[in-house]
């Protein structure tokens, strides 16, 4: 049970969502305008990516645990530590902080603030690239708690990094995200029509790092360790 109200991890799980799609957004924004470079671009959009997510997992994870991703947060609900109203209501404000992310970035760089995506990203290729990338993000996210909770703010920041370069589709891994990056039509953005199939890849890759982890971090208990030679 979290000290906090509901209120507060809510505004939390906006909040951080919110800043977390504003960097997506506005550094990609940057990024393009710097350089016609598409590699430069988008070393320009990771590296702020993978630097906001330490800062606002350090800072919000005490709050709301510091979810931001309707696939965490489905993980969680899974996992039975969060009722299916919370869960619900995180995913809720999660996805409308992440579109406001989006507008205040396109008001910081004096574009028009409602916008449409209309850059492709879809097709077998990039729908297993967010399987993977999300399986990924949640193994670090799962694994990390079990062994090093105090580093998780560090591996969700280093793996997105390092997924941005090695998925097809540079590691979307959270809806709130892709519905968000379907509302600017910039550098980081993505189709509305292409959203719904990144949405089920990632809740796909997210159930199976939670089959798979939930097995891999078993350890083995006393009932079940084979008897010893001595006790024999």
Request: hydrophobic share 55%.
């Amino acid at each position: 049970m979290s000290e906090f109200s509901l209120s507060r991890r809510l505004v939390a799980e906006a909040l951080g969502t919110a800043m977390l799609v504003g960097t997506v957004v506005g550094s990609g924004i940057m990024a393009d305008n710097l350089s016609e470079d598409v590699a430069v671009s988008l070393l320009g959009n990771t590296i702020p990516t993978g630097a906001i997510l330490v800062v606002l997992i350090t800072l919000f994870g005490p709050i709301s645990g510091a979810h931001f991703n309707p696939a965490v947060t489905f993980v969680f609900w899974l996992k039975r530590e969060l009722t299916i109203p919370v869960a619900a209501a995180y995913v809720a404000v999660q996805i409308l902080g992440g579109i406001c992310g989006s507008l205040v970035a396109h008001v910081m760089f004096e574009l028009p603030v409602w916008q449409a995506s209309t850059t492709v990203r879809t097709g077998g290729a990039q729908w297993v690239a967010e399987v993977v990338a999300t399986f990924g993000l949640l193994a670090s996210i799962l694994a990390g708690i079990r062994f090093r909770a105090d580093a998780v703010p560090w591996l969700v920041g280093l793996y997105i990094t390092a997924a941005y370069w090695f998925t097809a589709s540079t590691s979307f891994a959270n809806p709130a995200v892709a519905i968000s990056r379907a509302f600017t039509d910039t550098f980081a953005g993505i189709r509305p029509v292409d959203v719904p199939g990144f949405i089920v890849a990632q809740l796909i890759g997210a159930a199976l790092a939670l089959a798979v982890f939930s097995w891999l971090l078993q350890s083995k208990t006393p009932e079940k360790e084979a008897l010893k030679p001595s006790e024999v």
